[in-house]
Nanobody
Framework: QVQLVESGGGLVQAGGSLRLSCAAS????????MGWFRQAPGKEREFVAF?????????SYADSAKGRFTISRDNAKNTVILQMNSLKPEDTAVYYC????????????????WGQGTQVTVSS
């Protein structure tokens, strides 16, 4: 089992920044790929970014996040970070952290464990 707890969400004006953190506990964090997804009201959950395991970890971003968001991980602290800059009102959503033990990718079904989510609201 892996427990994931997100933090760092809040209300920010358009153009501002937020730093989301996901703290993991349980099984060996470094062996899991980590992803961020988001879900806006009335919409399906969508991929935001992932980072694979191991040295030279691979990262990938949704088109909507490229150039604005950065995913990183600190295996010593069992933490994955999503730095979000130049936020837009359309970034408003609940953001979820997820962990995948055997694969990584952009599909939510790839991920085995999920946090409870943190609300991000961007005002115009």
């Amino acid at each position: 089992q892996v427990q994931l707890v997100e933090s760092g969400g809040g209300l920010v004006q358009a153009g501002g920044s937020l730093r989301l953190s996901c703290a993991a506990s349980g099984r060996t964090f470094s062996r899991f790929a980590m992803g961020w997804f988001r879900q806006a009201p009335g919409k399906e959950r969508e991929f935001v970014a992932f980072i694979s395991w191991g040295v030279g970890a691979i990262t990938s971003y949704a088109d909507s996040a490229k150039g604005r968001f950065t995913i990183s991980r600190d295996n010593a602290k069992n933490t994955v970070i999503l730095q979000m800059n130049s936020l837009k009102p359309e970034d408003t959503a609940v953001y979820y952290c997820a962990a995948a033990g055997t694969n990584y990718g952009t599909r939510a079904s790839t991920y085995d464990y999920w946090g409870q989510g943190t609300q991000v609201t961007v005002s115009s």
